[in-house]
Each structure stands twice: as C-alpha cells, then as structure tokens.
C-alpha cells in the first residue's frame, strides 16, 4: 500500500512537471511593439486612389522612418541623398494615440493625424489627409 501511495505521487509530481512546462506567458503583440523600434520604408503610396509613389525621387525611395520609444520620428535619407548639403537623418516627434490606431506626427508646429489601417512584422499602412487629399501611404519593415 505504501508502495502504490508512492508511485501515485510520484505519478501526481510528473503529471504536474509537464503541465508546468506547456504554459508559457504568451507575448502579447500590440500596435506599438510592431511599430517602435524598427525602420520602415515606404514602398507605396496614393493620393486619392492614384498612384503617387511613382513620382518620387529615386533618392527619396530609400529613406527610412524609425518611430523611436522616446515619441522620435527619425527619418534617414538613406544610401542617395537628393542634395549632398542635406542632412543624413531629420527628427520629429510622434505620439500614438491610447487605443493604438493613430499615429499624431508633428513638425514645427503642424500635426497630422495618421491611421493605421495595417500593422504587421512586416507591413505598415498609415492613411491621412492633407490639402483635402486622402494619402495612404505603405511601408515594409527592413
């Protein structure tokens, strides 16, 4: 009888052990952890359904955004620059609203509202509007 009460413990500790192991703290993935900390390029963009991206400057489709933790946007000219006096990097200021679904970016003294109408590890889609033009602008993660 011994024996078995034993054996059913020691059951009962195994049992137990590879319970514990299943459960892992699942990391919860929000809008601000896909977004901070990562470069992002554009790779598209349309000024009110019309292709706009085309327009751009060879040595402006290398540029990269990073949103920093600290509420920095900068912004890097990447390999080309459009003109040699213009500075590597440019800084502005960003927030991200409560819920997660905006992004307020702001540049001495104007602020645009940007929704995000994708977010991913991958891919980022901010839509706003400037001028009375709605602009959807699409970026992959490098």
Same mark, same amino acid.
């Given at each position: 009888?011994?024996?078995?009460?034993?054996?059913?413990?020691?059951?009962?500790?195994? %049992?137990?052990?590879?319970?514990?192991?299943g &459960?892992?703290? #699942?990391?919860? %993935? !929000?809008?601000? =952890?896909?977004?901070q900390?990562?470069?992002?390029? /554009?790779?598209?963009? +349309?000024? @009110?359904?019309?292709?706009?991206?085309?327009? *751009?400057l060879? &040595? #402006?489709?290398?540029?990269?955004?990073?949103?920093?933790?600290?509420? @920095?946007l900068?912004?890097? #000219?990447?390999?080309?620059? &459009?003109?040699?006096?213009?500075?590597?990097? !440019?800084?502005? =200021? *960003?927030?991200? =609203?409560?819920? #997660?679904? +905006?992004? %307020?970016?702001?540049? =001495?003294?104007?602020?645009?509202?940007?929704?995000? $109408?994708?977010?991913?590890?991958? @891919?980022?889609? $901010?839509? *706003?509007?400037? $001028?009375?033009?709605?602009? %959807?602008?699409?970026?992959? /993660?490098?």
């Amino acid at each position: 009888m011994k024996k078995l009460i034993l054996n059913l413990a020691l059951l009962a500790v195994i %049992v137990a052990a590879f319970s514990f192991q299943g &459960c892992k703290k #699942e990391e919860v %993935v !929000t809008n601000k =952890s896909l977004l901070q900390g990562f470069k992002w390029k /554009r790779t598209a963009e +349309t000024t @009110n359904g019309q292709d706009s991206f085309g327009d *751009y400057l060879a &040595c #402006e489709k290398d540029d990269t955004d990073t949103f920093k933790a600290d509420g @920095n946007l900068v912004t890097d #000219e990447g390999a080309t620059k &459009c003109a040699a006096s213009d500075p590597q990097t !440019t800084t502005l =200021s *960003y927030t991200l =609203s409560a819920d #997660e679904k +905006t992004i %307020v970016i702001k540049d =001495s003294g104007f602020s645009i509202d940007h929704k995000i $109408l994708e977010i991913s590890k991958t @891919n980022l889609k $901010l839509e *706003y509007m400037f $001028l009375g033009f709605t602009v %959807v602008e699409t970026y992959t /993660r490098q």
